[in-house]
């Protein structure tokens, strides 16, 4: 296989977590003789230093020209005082958008030596394995009218709820066939007993779901998603709802496993897809070389899995990561008594052994 893939490391951390993915991504190239070209170019603050705005035009010529986009994180105080418009996060959201990325999957894995950094009992944590698929570019974020008005008395705050047959189809596509990589079980979360966006999203799903009788689809309402996330996890295989549903409950499910520096993420489209981990540019720890690279390392498993359709690949990085924890070892942020601290690079090159052992 021959791909094209466009890297933008960012700011921060992700100056020093992406050529740690990139170490493991090349392994495995080379041991499946796949053949990864991978294109460096700049976004967020990088970019505004050396060009004056988040995203030039370049980088994005080269995104929409790719196979699939990497990334690592933007942000940084450095650019906090810029306008809106010109901060580096704004490189993101012109990415989305300019990629047509509806879709962002988050997947939450625990990892059983990793058991004592969630706040929930291990019997009910060991074992998970949620994926959220959230709808990114419709809902209420983006429907009209929205705006504050003034009235006789003072002000109103609007905002709508809008989604479409055609919005509803494509996400559900999404989850289904995500699904099918997995336990093959869809529960579509709405709020189909009060919002009339929600019986139509309910209605969509269930026809499309039709296409997919090998898949067993449920429905939840969201108050009882909450609640069913923290009382019973392991329910969940992938999770399908709204943007506003998604944001929060990928939140949710995220903070199941305990730390932040792990989880991976996926955006998808129509083409191209992007893959980050879910955490920002930590300017905290950044150039220490302290950074958990996992989340990183496992955003390439995604890529390879979801925008390839190389499980096997992807599968085997899982593994290595797997054998690296249960090893013993941990970077900073989830280092506990008798585990083995490592640096950014050292975790990888740790990784990077399992990989070749898995
Ligand atoms: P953050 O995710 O960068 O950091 C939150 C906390 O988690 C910090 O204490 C940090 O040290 C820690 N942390 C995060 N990733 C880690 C890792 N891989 N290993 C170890 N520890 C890790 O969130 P923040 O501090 O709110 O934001 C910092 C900057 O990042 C801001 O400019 C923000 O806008 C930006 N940001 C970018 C993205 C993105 O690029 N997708 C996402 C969120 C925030």
Redesign the pocket.
Known sequence: MKKRICVFA?D??GQE?VPEAIKVLEAIGTRFDHSFECEYAQVGGAAIDSAGIPLPSESLALAKDSDAVLLG????PKW?GLDYERR??RA?LGLREQLGLFANLRPAKMYSALIEASTLKPEVIDGIDVLVVRELTGGIYFGKPKGIEQTSTGHKGINTEVYTTEEITRIAEVAFQAARKRRCLVTSIDKANVLESSELWRRVVIEVHKKYPDVELRHMYVDNCAMQLVRKPKQFDVVVTTNLFGDILSDEAAMLTGS??MLPSASIGSTVGMF??I???????AGKN???PI?MIASVAMMLNYAFDLPKEAELIEQAIQMTLDQGFR???IESEGTTLLGTMEMGDTILQNLGRA
């Open positions: 960012g921060g951390i977590i994180a933007v942000g940084g906090e580096p996060e993101l932040i520096g980050e981990p955490h920002g540019s930590a300017p905290d720890i302290m950074a958990n989340g970077t900073k942020d």
